[in-house]
């Protein structure tokens, strides 16, 4: 068990009765506590703080597990998984998939005419250099353009094409599968402003080749169980893969492929089914007028009704604009999967966020995306964001989320919102995972429900524009659908954030098994930096409440847990190292309780129960109420300035309840347990 702040005090001290007296000077010899028996005070903790109890009583510290990363991802031994890739860009037409140390060519050119391309007695073969006419198809007599080749092959067949650049817009309504002698060889270039290849037949496959031009590179529609694979799509005016169901079942696999310089989105899936596996879409740049420049996007079709599915195995999608991956109104699996480096839309600044998990609010449909084991880095706005749709997060990194660049607002790690008041609201769940380097909160759950756990959060920076905020989980209503958030947490480490570690604000919180450090004020007017804090949502005047579990709080200032206008249930805490709020150097409380929301100048009453704390070393009072009703049982008090303080606001009076088992004191010296006024101001409210 975790005794660190607590072991030497509960050797040394006997059971001293907590007695409730206001500002009296009178004190009792009773030693058995409420209720008779050995007292047992002071906070119990299984595992080492932030860490999660599982089932079978083993201990799993927050963050990645080391054995949880993605493939072509490494462990730096810390919680977090970082992806093995050159530390050079790989030049155009090159790539290092995730795990690679070198770039390389999609696919090698074999020697000869053909290549190693798998021909059969049905194959039709392309030559654009064959100058010998009366073409039929043979490798001796071969046609010289591609699409002649498709208009003469059977169902199925093979379609040879040797080196050379091919002017065509390819029409492709019969089965076939074009084979190149390689991506480097073998180019297929749009010859008008056209999509370069249109698939419109099941089972069509496509191997081995560059396409280029146009406005869009590769379409697809209306045809299922298509395979896109080694392909090179770029420099198109357009998307790089347009997939469309026109209201029939499409489907396409793409495999060991690049997207690269494609103009306004580089992977486009509209009503269909798509898997990409082992494959990298970059640089996409936005539309003429700047707008857009999004890697991958999903969208259900509101015509046909028909949903999107898509799943990305492998995947690095970087240097994009606007939205890396974005999921509209679909099913969505990523795993082991890299998005990095999405810069804001060009056209206003805003945005550039990681992944966007959203509802389509034509049809109405919400997302569903689950992301394992891979890692989202370099966004704006939102690493992840999840509006009016569900999430489920695993082993997975999100850092380096910046602000959007036009208000320099935002740079959330993950944010899910419920915005549109739907029968459900936006749900996430968010396991093994953790948060680096975001801005403003490193998780934002705003009128939504989210269960966490295992969770390693770190240094969550203020809002650029006004340099607030800063909160390592912060929990709230929606300003949208006016609807309170809920977090339920287990196991997680929250580190040098700013104002507050984790804020509840007018919403629910459980919270279990949480270790809060290094809390720092915010760098606007040196105020706050709270530990945990439950806090009425003074605007709409929607109250907190919730329970803490087994939680550490250390190195914060102003207060370690906190509760104004809102009812907590606390239970094994332990509150070290809280200092005075810089800014008007006051407060340092270890636990308070406080009835007074200091913006609209009212009273709200507010409930703590306190059972098994540990409070020690804190700047100001141990345990204080203003105005509150507080019980505390089993609790150890130790070197603090006030052991407990008690404040009546206006005619409100502070309301201390014993439970017993409580100690007072400093180190081996104990002290009867008294509850003091000692004109203490209450602490300060967070502004809305």
């Known amino acids: 068990m975790w005794l660190r702040y607590h072991r030497r005090v509960r050797l040394a001290y006997i059971a001293v009765m907590l007695i409730f007296v206001g500002c009296s000077d009178d004190e009792s010899d009773d030693t058995t506590g409420a209720g008779g028996g050995a007292a047992d005070p002071g906070a119990l903790l299984a595992c080492s703080p932030g860490e999660l109890q599982r089932e079978d009583s083993s201990c799993q510290a927050a963050g990645v597990p080391v054995d949880g990363c993605g493939q072509g991802f490494v462990h730096d031994g810390d919680g977090?998984?970082?992806?093995?890739?050159?530390?050079?860009p790989c030049a155009p037409g090159e790539v290092a998939l995730l795990g690679e140390s070198n770039c390389h060519s999609l696919a090698p050119c074999a020697t000869g005419t053909w290549g190693d391309i798998p021909v059969a007695g049905d194959t039709e073969y392309v030559d654009q250099s064959y100058t010998g006419g009366m073409s039929d198809g043979s490798s001796m007599r071969p046609w010289t353009t591609i699409q002649e080749a498709v208009n003469a092959a059977a169902s199925g067949a093979v379609v040879a094409i040797a080196s050379g650049t091919y002017l065509e817009n390819l029409l492709i309504t019969t089965p076939v599968a074009l084979w190149g002698t390689c991506p480097d060889n073998v180019v297929v270039s749009s010859a008008s402003g056209l999509q370069a290849i249109e698939v419109q037949a099941d089972g069509t496959e496509l191997h081995r080749l560059s396409v280029t031009g146009g406005s869009i590179g590769v379409f697809v529609a209306m045809a299922s169980d298509v395979v896109i694979d080694r392909l090179r799509v770029h420099?198109?005016?357009?998307?790089?893969?347009?997939?469309?169901?026109?209201?029939?079942?499409?489907?396409?696999?793409?495999?060991?492929?690049?997207?690269?310089?494609?103009?306004?989105?580089?992977?486009?899936?509209?009503?269909?089914?798509?898997?990409i596996e082992n494959s990298v879409v970059r640089n996409i740049q936005p539309y003429a007028a700047g707008d857009f420049g999004r890697g991958i996007s999903a969208v259900d079709?509101?015509?046909s009704g028909m949903r999107t599915t898509m799943v990305l195995r492998r995947v690095l999608v970087e240097d994009t604009y606007e939205v890396g991956v974005g999921f509209f109104g679909t099913d969505a699996t990523v795993e082991d999967t890299l998005v990095r480096r999405t810069e804001p839309n060009q056209t206003d600044g805003f945005f550039g966020t990681g992944m966007e998990v959203l509802l389509n609010k034509t049809s109405g449909e919400r997302s569903f995306a689950q992301i394992r084991r891979s890692v989202i880095e370099d966004s704006h706005h939102a690493g992840i964001n999840v509006v009016d749709s569900?999430?489920?997060?695993?082993?997975?990194?999100?850092?380096?989320?910046?602000?959007?660049?036009?208000?320099?607002?935002?740079?959330?790690?993950?944010?899910?919102?419920?915005?549109?008041?739907?029968?459900?609201?936006?749900?996430?769940?968010?396991?093994?995972?953790?948060?680096?380097?975001?801005?403003?909160m490193g998780l934002a759950v705003v009128g939504s429900d989210v269960e966490a756990g295992s969770l390693l959060i770190r240094e969550t920076a203020p809002a650029a524009d006004d340099q607030k905020f800063g909160r390592g989980i912060g929990v709230e209503p929606s300003s949208f659908s006016y609807r309170p958030g809920s977090l339920v947490l287990r196991g997680a480490v929250i580190e040098h954030s700013h104002e507050v570690g984790l804020l509840v604000l007018g919403s629910h919180g459980e919270i279990d098994?949480?270790?809060?450090?290094?809390?720092?004020?915010?760098?606007?007017?040196?105020?706050?930096?709270?530990?945990?804090?439950?806090?009425?949502?003074?605007?709409?005047?929607y109250r907190s409440d919730g329970?803490?579990?087994?939680?550490?709080?250390?190195?914060?200032?102003?207060?370690?847990?906190?509760?104004?206008?809102?009812?907590?249930?606390?239970?094994?805490?332990?509150?070290?190292?809280?200092?005075?709020?810089?800014?008007?150097?006051?407060?340092?409380?270890?636990?308070?309780?406080?009835?007074?929301?200091?913006f609209n100048d009212k009273l709200f009453p507010t409930s703590l129960e306190l059972t098994r704390a540990t409070v020690t070393g804190n700047a100001r009072a141990g345990i204080a109420s203003f105005a509150?009703?507080?019980?505390?049982?089993?609790?150890?008090?130790?070197?603090?300035?006030?052991?407990?303080?008690?404040?009546?606001?206006?005619?409100?009076?502070?309301?201390?309840?014993?439970?017993?088992?409580?100690?007072?004191?400093?180190?081996?010296?104990?002290?009867t347990c008294k509850v003091l006024s000692s004109n203490l101001a209450p602490p300060l409210s967070l502004p809305p």
């Open 628 to 671: 509150a009703s507080v019980t505390v049982a089993q609790a150890i008090v130790d070197c603090n300035t006030i052991h407990l303080d008690a404040e009546q606001l206006e005619d409100l009076p502070a309301i201390f309840e014993d439970r017993g088992y409580n100690v007072c004191g400093c180190g081996a010296e104990t002290v």
């Open 235 to 275: 420099d198109t005016t357009a998307e790089g893969i347009n997939i469309n169901d026109f209201s029939m079942p499409t489907s396409v696999t793409m495999r060991d492929s690049l997207v690269e310089a494609a103009q306004g989105v580089g992977v486009l899936v509209w009503g269909s089914a798509l898997t």
């Open 301 to 303: 079709d509101p015509t």
């Open 390 to 440: 569900d999430l489920d997060m695993q082993a997975t990194c999100i850092r380096d989320t910046q602000p959007d660049a036009a208000t320099q607002d935002g740079g959330f790690g993950v944010r899910v919102l419920d915005e549109a008041g739907l029968e459900e609201p936006a749900f996430a769940t968010i396991t093994s995972s953790s948060i680096a380097r975001s801005h403003l």
């Open 547 to 598: 329970t803490v579990s087994r939680a550490v709080i250390e190195d914060a200032y102003a207060g370690g847990l906190v509760v104004m206008g809102a009812d907590v249930i606390a239970s094994d805490i332990i509150a070290t190292g809280i200092q005075p709020q810089v800014g008007v150097d006051d407060f340092g409380d270890g636990v308070v309780a406080s009835a007074w929301v200091q």
């Open 80 to 88: 977090s998984c970082f992806a093995s890739l050159p530390e050079q």
């Open 513 to 541: 098994s949480v270790l809060v450090r290094d809390v720092r004020p915010r760098p606007a007017d040196n105020a706050f930096g709270a530990g945990i804090v439950f806090h009425l949502e003074p605007l709409g005047q």
